[in-house]
């Protein structure tokens, strides 16, 4: 099995996140309405990574023609269940970004999401899956992703280097079982911008939230730019 196999295979577990984290509504409330004046135009949206489905439901409700894409079935499957309105558009997507024509929609995209969902590619295939996504989207479209950073320590102490950029995770607790997980952490602001060069970059932030003392915090970048 590849890493991306793995990967997959690991997701097939299910993300189950009911509720619209803070950090989708934040962007919305603080960036996407105020800046861009996006939403209510039934604007072609893609949450890259969408588990099952929380966002994309909300963004449909604040006005966007959303689409979500992810590789996992069991998650793809949830969401149409959760949110059977729109159950045509959650989309399932290979693993590797080579074997996706587009991602969502092919053209005219004007809002791009990855909430914590585009860290586990190597180099060379987050750059092939950052041209899919980056094509699909018009001139002046937005942008936003969260990037796990190096102060994610539980997995970032518990990691060893692998390659492509990638580190190797090995974490157990009892609330968690990682395996041979790949994850590219990013080591600080230079290297997000570095990472998304293809976009004006417009704000850089972090989020962090700790709850065990088992765990280290969950250290978050955020990186919105402007194709
Ligand atoms: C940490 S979860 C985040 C889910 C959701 N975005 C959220 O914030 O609640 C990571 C998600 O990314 C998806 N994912 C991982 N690798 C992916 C890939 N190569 N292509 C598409 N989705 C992927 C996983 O299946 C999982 O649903």
Known sequence: MNYLEKNKAYWEKGYTAVNVDHFVFRFYGRILKPQFGLGGGWER???????QGAAVNYFRKMGFNARGVDISE???CAA???YPHIAQNFLLCDPSPKANDIYGFSDDVEVITAFQSLYYFSDEDFQDCMDKLYR?????????????????????DNSTEYK???????????????????ISFIKDEDQLKRKFKMFKPVH????SEKFRSDEGGGYHFTFCGVK
Not at 164 to 182: A, I, P, T, Y
Not at 204 to 207: E, H, N
């Open 164 to 182: 492509g950029g990638l580190r190797v995770v090995n974490f157990r607790n009892d609330r968690l079982e990682v395996k041979d997980h790949c």
């Open 204 to 207: 850089i932030g972090y989020y």
């Open 136 to 156: 699909s989207m018009r001139s002046g479209g937005v942008f936003f992703a969260t990037m796990m950073g190096e102060g994610s320590r539980e997995f970032f």
């Open 45 to 51: 949206l893609v949450d890259f990574g969408c588990g």
């Open 80 to 82: 149409k269940i959760r």
């Open 74 to 76: 069991t998650d793809i």
